[in-house]
């Protein structure tokens, strides 16, 4: 396998594509590509087979191990860059990437989150935050969930503050976008009547029940909501019950990324106390 990189000195119309990928929602659609920095990310993305589109290194530094151990184990183009021009697809100012990685992006295949009997998974409804969105998914792998699934209009998890957000764990969870909930609640219908009870249990400051009261050892999808308006109505009028998070003090709720968390250590709790029995 040849290690030549071709040299991209200036700001060519690669580059600006490489440039378009960590800005424009559109063109990363278009193309199915998305650019990926830091050792974990990268690291993880290769232990979980993504597929890698090309290696962008910084030509004006001796590689670390690491950086050469990837470049041995990845049978695909690469380009040498100035150390300006990788430090601004590193988007930390002056601390240049020594390697960028460009992936390729997976279909939103709903089949791709496996719905079983230990099924835990998280739906965010319309996410504004790609930083938020990127911590649910972060959140989920800690706690064992089997997939995200990010629904309607929404935050793209392959911006890149979402992928540093996730620190790596957009790789190893599953995360899917649908347009709206008739696609999930279809699929929820099927593993239902294929044997599988899984709930749908949503989250909300005036929810029905204290969360450590509810039964998350069930087969369980967890609803979060918008930042700002929370659910939407179709997913309220979807939801088994709805639970809420017990509060003290002044703060009457926590950030989305925050209460999907509590909620996903709740459950992971509960599931090591079962197994325990």
Not at 66 to 93: F, H, M, N, P
Not at 117 to 138: E, H, K, M, Q
Not at 252 to 274: F, T
Request: charged share 25%.
């Amino acid at each position: 396998m040849s290690t030549a990189a071709q040299q991209v000195t200036t700001r060519n119309a690669r580059f600006q594509q490489w440039q378009a990928l960590l800005t424009n929602r559109n063109k990363r659609q278009r193309l199915r590509q998305f650019v990926v920095q830091g050792v974990r990310p990268i690291t993880v993305a290769l232990e979980q087979g993504w597929t890698v589109e090309a290696l962008l290194l910084d030509r004006d530094r001796t590689l670390s191990p690491w950086a050469r151990d990837v470049l041995g184990a990845t049978d695909t183009v690469r380009y040498a860059l100035s150390r300006d021009l990788i430090a601004e697809l590193g988007e930390k100012g002056d601390d240049a990437p020594e390697l960028v990685a460009v992936l390729r992006m997976p279909e939103d295949d709903l089949a791709r989150v496996e719905v079983g009997a230990d099924f835990l998974g998280v739906l965010f409804d319309r996410p504004t935050s790609p930083g938020n969105l990127g911590s649910v998914i972060r959140s989920a792998d800690a706690f064992g969930a089997s997939g995200v699934v990010v629904s309607g209009h929404a935050a793209d998890p392959y911006d890149s503050a979402a992928v540093r957000a996730s620190t790596g764990s957009l790789f190893a969870v599953p995360t899917v976008r649908v347009p709206s909930p008739a696609e999930v609640l279809d699929r929820i219908a099927a593993r239902r009547a294929a044997g599988v009870p899984v709930q749908l249990v949503g989250t909300d400051e005036h929810g029905d029940a204290e969360v450590f009261d509810a039964d998350l050892t069930a087969p369980t999808l967890l609803l979060v909501g918008n930042e700002t308006s929370g659910l939407s109505a179709a997913w309220r009028e979807a939801a088994d019950v709805m639970v809420r998070i017990p509060m003290t003090g002044s703060a009457s709720s926590l950030n989305a990324a925050n209460a999907a968390s509590v909620v996903l250590y709740e459950a992971r709790r509960q599931r090591l106390a079962a197994a325990r029995r």
